[in-house]
C-alpha cells in the first residue's frame, strides 16, 4: 500500500527488516517490493547504501561515553567552513535552515547536520569509523577516506547490518549477531559495542517527540502509541530513505529508494520510509498485551542519573536531562 502511494514520487523499490531484540530472531526479511519493481530478485535487505542521518546515534553515542559531550551541551548550528586535504567542507542541513545554539539532544532528535558535523570533528573520523565497525556495519574505507561527511552517512552499509546496529541500542549497547532460524537454543556470544549509559541516553532521546519538534513537528509519524525510539535518514539527491527504531521488543527497519540509484522525488524523512516503519510497529504491538508491555520506558542503568537543567537566555525549555555520573551540568 505505501510502496504504491509512493509511485507517484519515483519510488520503486524498498525492504524490511523486523529482528527480536532479544534472541536476535529474523521475523520478517522483505527484501523487495515485487511486481512494483524493475529490480525484484535485488535483495535490497543486503544491497549496501548509504544511510544518510541513520548514523548520528551512533555518533553521539560515542562523543558520551567519550564524555566529550553531554545532552545538555550546547552545540552551535549556523553556517561553517572546515578545512580538509580536498578544501573546504560546508555541511548543510537537509531545510538549509540554521536553528542556532541548541542542545545535543535537539541536534540529535531534530536531526541537524551541522551539529553532527562538529561532533565528528571532536570525536575524529577514523575513531567513528573504528566504533561502527564494532557495531557490525563493515565500514570497507578507512573514516579519513571519507571525512567529515562520515556524520551524515556517506559510507555504504546494509539494512541487514543497520537494524542489527540499532538493536544494540535497545539491547543497553550489547552487539549480538542475528540468528536465521528463530526458536534456536541459547544466545548468540556479543560484546559491549557501545557504553549502556551512552545508548540508554540515546534511546531516551529518540524517543523524545518533543525534541524532535523542531524539524518532525509534535504529532508526525514517528509517535507511535507505545515507548519507541526511531531515527530517519535521507541520503544524498534523495537516492535513500530510511526509518530505523526500536520498542522493548522488537527493532525494525526500512528503506525505500531505486535499486537503480535514482534519486526519489520530494521524498522527506516523514513521507518515505517512516509511514512503513510507524504501520510495522503498530501491528506487532497490535494486541493488548504487546502494547502493555511496549509502553514501559526502559530502565536507566546504574551509571546515569538525572537531574534538571536550566538554559541561559532560555534557548531551550528547562527540563530533567539524563547525564552520565560525572558529567552532569546544571
Known sequence: QHWRELRTRHVEDGAVLVLDNISGDVLAWVGSSGELSQAAEV????????????????????????????????????????????????????????????????????????????????????????????????????GDYYGYSLALGSAEVSLLNLTNAYRALANGGQWRPIRMVPGGTGLPPGETAIDPGAAFIVGDILSDPYARARTFGTDSVLATRHWSAVKTGTSKDMRDNWALGYSRRYT???????????????VSGTSG????????????????????????????????????????????????????SGTAQP
Open 252 to 266: 525494525v527497519g526500512v528503506w525505500v529508494g531505486n535499486a537503480s540509484g535514482a534519486a526519489m522525488h520530494e
Open 273 to 324: 520510509a517512516a509511514p512503513i516503519w510507524a504501520a510495522v510497529m503498530a501491528y506487532l504491538h497490535r494486541t493488548a498485551s504487546a502494547a502493555t508491555n511496549a509502553k514501559r520506558e526502559p530502565s536507566p542503568p546504574s551509571t546515569v542519573i538525572r537531574q534538571p537543567v536550566r538554559f541561559g537566555n532560555e534557548l531551550e525549555a528547562r527540563r530533567d536531562e539524563w547525564f552520565l
Open 43 to 142: 535483495d535490497a535487505v543486503l544491497a549496501p547504501r548509504q544511510p544518510g542521518s541513520t548514523l548520528k546515534p551512533f555518533l553521539y553515542a560515542q562523543a558520551l561515553a567519550e564524555k566529550r559531550l553531554t545532552a545538555a551541551s550546547l552545540l552551535e548550528d549556523a553556517p561553517t567552513h572546515i578545512p580538509t586535504a580536498s578544501g573546504l567542507y560546508i555541511p548543510q542541513n537537509y531545510d538549509h535552515q540554521f536553528k542556532g545554539w541548541v542542545s545535543v539532544r535537539t541536534a540529535l532528535a531534530a536531526s541537524l547536520n551541522v551539529p553532527a558535523v562538529r561532533t565528528l570533528v571532536m570525536v575524529g573520523p577514523e575513531r567513528f569509523q573504528a566504533q561502527l565497525n564494532h557495531l557490525g556495519l563493515a565500514i570497507k574505507e578507512s
